[in-house]
């Protein structure tokens, strides 16, 4: 079996595209024994060499104007064409539709198309689409905009997430009582600069605590992920050092990490976790670790305010509207109220375990790949 991912990566989209079809082609080239290869952009802050680390063949569009969906096309049905096409073809890009789609059809490069989609805001000429976020009206976004005879495979209990949270999340047992442990990590490139603000809402957060209660003499953990996408990282890691150094070690310690591998660990240590919308939403859910969330894509807020609302997640609003002050105060609000992050924990795991089929994550997916006839 020959299968295609066309997904790209760059400082502006950030790394979580290419993340989640890295997982999907792991689990396609062990389960279905296929042949994958990625047809990507070469924009700044790509993610190519990273793909031909994991053992990966990417073929490079090397274009570099805006994106235009028939230019893209042609190019995508160029090499198509030098390896005789594929069985798949897997698309995850917000700036690819129908048109785009059919273009490839009409070649005869591509036999069946898979769309991996959060959006519904555009149509799409596909087999399968995947959507793997939790909307109130899940079950009827995307009524129109696919064909009728279209596999939709939707909500969180089809996440994309590695193989490590999976066999973690079925695993692990929460019983923290108390904030101690803290995770910071708002995705590999954190384009808005969450993460310096939310290192500013801690220091403020510990001046509270000190101040205002007897605790503050048992220790807080904090580990600060970066992406190696991230240009703050010099400013975040310094940022760090200066808090170690305000604060002594038998209040707090900071930890600071560049491109961890073994991201499932560090969630399951966490009691909470500072963080932003996108697919690490799901990779906290399945580990059941209660989240402040904020939204840094226009794509993030509806997901997050409908997870809220059920009580998976903390959801403190978009970016630009989230300050130093409102993180701070959400962080001493679980502090304060440690009750709470069981009831987080719960809401989790009956989001996660909502499969209509009994069949979960990949292996959800996979089967819906089988049943369409090569």
């Known amino acids: 079996m020959q299968v295609a991912f066309r997904v790209d990566a760059s400082y502006s989209i950030g790394t979580g595209h290419v993340m989640r079809c890295l997982t999907l082609a792991h689990e396609i080239k062990e389960r279905l024994d ?127 997430l590695r193989p490590q949270f999976k066999e973690v999340g079925e695993k692990v047992s929460r019983h923290a009582e108390q904030v101690r442990h803290v995770l910071l990590f708002f995705g590999g490139s954190d384009p808005t600069g969450e993460t310096e603000k939310a290192l500013c809402a801690w220091d403020m957060f510990l001046e509270r605590v000190c101040k205002e209660t007897e605790d503050c003499f048992f220790p807080f953990h904090v580990d600060v992920i970066v992406g190696a996408s991230n240009s703050l990282q010099e400013r975040i890691e310094e940022k760090c050092r200066v808090l170690n150094e305000k604060y002594p070690n038998h209040i707090c310690r900071i930890m600071y990490y560049c491109q961890v591998e073994n991201m499932a660990d560090f969630m399951i240590n966490a009691d909470i976790s500072l963080g932003a919308g996108g ?13 402040l969330v904020v939204a840094v894509a226009d794509n993030q807020v509806e997901m997050a305010k409908a997870v809220d609302k059920v009580g998976a997640i903390r959801y403190l609003g978009w970016h630009e509207e989230v300050t130093a002050d409102s993180m701070s105060d959400a962080l001493y609000d679980m502090f304060s109220q440690p009750h709470q992050l069981r009831l987080f924990t719960e809401a989790c795991a009956r989001l996660m375990n909502n499969s209509e089929d009994n069949l979960s994550g990949v292996q959800g997916i996979i089967h819906g790949m089988k049943e369409v006839k090569l």
């Not at 893209?72 to 049905?77: K, L, P, Y």
């Not at 064409?81 to 890009?93: A, R, Y």
């Not at 697919?279 to 989240?291: A, D, I, M, N, Q």
Request: aromatic share 10%; with cysteine.
């Open 279 to 291: 697919v690490t939403t799901w990779e906290r859910c399945c580990v059941g670790l209660p989240s």
């Open 34 to 160: 296929a042949d994958v290869i990625f047809l990507c952009r070469t924009d700044p802050g790509n993610m190519c060499d990273y793909i031909a680390a994991q053992g990966y063949r990417v073929y490079p569009i090397r274009i570099s104007q805006p994106l235009q969906q028939q230019v893209d096309a042609r190019t995508v049905q160029d090499i198509l064409v030098q390896i005789s096409g594929v069985d798949w073809l897997i698309v995850d890009h917000y700036s690819l539709d129908a048109t785009w789609e059919r273009m490839i059809r009409i070649s005869g490069e591509a036999r069946h198309i898979f769309v991996i989609d959060d959006l519904a805001n555009r149509s799409h000429d596909c087999e399968i689409l995947l959507d793997q976020n939790y909307y109130d009206d899940m079950q009827i976004r995307y009524g129109g905009l696919v064909p009728a005879t279209c596999k939709c495979l939707l909500g969180p209990s089809y996440a994309l």
